[in-house]
Each structure stands twice: as C-alpha cells, then as structure tokens.
C-alpha cells in the first residue's frame, strides 16, 4: 500500500520553463513533506521541505505547495536548468521527529537545453 | 566536510552467502536508517536506530539484521540473500529536526 505516490515516472521540460512534479498521499497523518532530488550514482540529497501549518514554502527557484485538503503537493522549478535533470523524490513523516520518513517512487525530470 | 559513507559501493554475493554492508557518519547524528531501493521504486525503510535504541518496519524479512556499535558506525547484515535482495542499500542520518542526510549507497548484486 503507497502512502505517497507519485504517479509521473518522467517529465521532459525546456530549458527556463516551469517544472511542476506532483505528489500525493493518503496518511492523513503526515504533517511534515520534503523533496529529495538524485543523480545517477549518488544518494539523495534534500532540496525543500513545508509543514503542514503552510502551504507554501520558498527557496530561490524551488517551491513547494501543499493542499492538505486535497492530500496533494507539488514541487514548482523555475526556471528549469538542465542541471536541474535529475530523479525527484516526494517524502512524508507523521511529526517532526523525522523518525519515520516515507518516500514516493521518484518523478525522472530532463530539461532540455 | 561532514558526511555519511558507505562501504563498499558494489558488492556482489552468492545466493545464501552471508554479506555485511556497512555506514559509516561522521555528522554524530542520532538516528541512522537503512532503505532498500529496487530500480524505479521508492526507497523503502528498512530499520532505524534512535541512539541505541532498534527499530525495526514490520514488514522488514527476518533476513535483514542491524548493528549499531557507535554512534558512527550501523551495518546491516543479509543472512542468506536471496536473488529478490538485490537491490541499492541506503544509509541515512538524522538528528532533532533536521532531514536525512544519504550516503551515496551500496548496489548489491547476488548471484
């Protein structure tokens, strides 16, 4: 049972257009959200994270919706680099512990230069 | 620079040859985790410590085992893989509010 999905295995975006990776889950439990992002060959590393008291969260070109209503979220990249191209993983925990984090099956992004 | 490192990259075993991955911190967080990863699936957690303290996924095999003799160290032992073991090995660290941190994995190979 996937208690976070993310049902794009791959999106192909231009170079300095919008990349929008979605993610939802089903816990309504899960009060804490991160994204991962990994290159071939190497773990991987945190990008942005939101709570579940906001709905927004900013970081440079990163930003992170949550829809708690909905069980929704979704990674914004703008604009998209193709240093950018990399596996993108959606997470969950059920508090801020951190002890217990769920990831979705990984989003593949390729921009194109 | 402050990291989380797992030895050996590639490890390849024979089906029911006992193998032993191994994580190494040097971040003295307190939790580690290790996640198994099948190609294009979601990481899947294992086990974690919290200090000493093993917590183990209940739908983690009997087949897995887990050390932690330090702080530093955690290694994650395979009594008999079998050939649905092969798979990337991730090991992690956390501490209070802070997300995890990945070495760069273990692929292991079992013939």
């Known amino acids: 049972d996937q208690q976070v999905k993310q049902n794009s295995p791959s999106l192909s975006v231009q170079e300095g257009r919008i990349s929008i990776l979605n993610c939802d889950y089903t816990?309504?439990?899960?009060?804490?959200f991160l994204w991962y992002k990994k290159y071939p060959a190497e773990g991987p590393t945190f990008l942005i994270s939101?709570?579940?008291?906001?709905d927004k969260n900013e970081d440079g070109r990163f930003t992170v919706f949550l829809n708690k209503s909905a069980k929704h979220l979704s990674l914004h990249i703008v604009p998209s680099q193709p240093g950018d191209s990399a596996v993108y993983f959606c997470?969950?925990?059920?508090?801020?512990?951190?002890?217990?984090?769920?990831f979705g099956p990984g989003t593949s992004l390729s921009v194109i230069p | 620079d402050a990291m989380v490192i797992q030895n050996p990259r590639y490890q390849v075993t024979q089906f029911g040859k006992p193998v032993t991955l191994s994580c190494s911190q040097t971040?003295?967080?307190?939790?580690m985790y290790w996640y198994q990863q099948k190609s294009s699936q979601a990481p899947k957690l294992l086990f974690h410590?919290?200090?000493?303290?093993?917590?183990n996924e209940a739908d983690t095999p009997d087949n897995f085992q887990s050390r932690r003799p330090n702080t530093s160290f955690c290694f994650l032992d395979i009594r008999s893989p079998g050939l649905g073991d092969a798979a990337m090995y991730l090991c992690?660290?956390?501490?209070?509010?802070?997300?995890?941190?990945f070495g760069n994995g273990t692929r292991l190979t079992v013939t």
């Open positions: 992690a660290t956390s501490s209070a509010r802070s997300p995890l941190h």
């Open positions: 816990n309504s439990m899960f009060d804490y």
């Open positions: 939101i709570s579940s008291i906001k």
């Open positions: 997470a969950a925990s059920e508090d801020t512990s951190y002890d217990k984090v769920i």
């Open positions: 971040l003295n967080h307190n939790v």
């Open positions: 410590y919290y200090d000493k303290d093993f917590n």
